[in-house]
């Protein structure tokens, strides 16, 4: 095993099975959001404002006009979250006062 494959199974480990395959289903929403609005998927922070725009966007998006229930948006949310720190991008809802999560 690499360093590298140690480190994925180190910090996937901490999530079970259930919640990475639900966060995997729900990651795939903004994809295609983001795919769909010319954005790229994961976000190197570099452009905080940016960042905030596009989950702006997509909670709107999701939750305004798709009519998703506020805790299937919430967890869409923490899937964002997740794969940002699995593939060592940070998070983009942590300095964002717009849609920060507790």
Known sequence: MSIQEAKTTLFSSSVSHGTTNTYRNQFNHFVRHQVANGRDVLMDGSDPVTSQEAIVDFIAAKGLIKGYAHTTVHVM??????????????????????????
């Open 77 to 102: 949310l923490y899937a964002i979250r997740h794969y940002h720190i699995m593939n060592r991008c940070p998070d983009p809802t942590l300095n964002a006062p717009l849609s920060r999560l507790p």
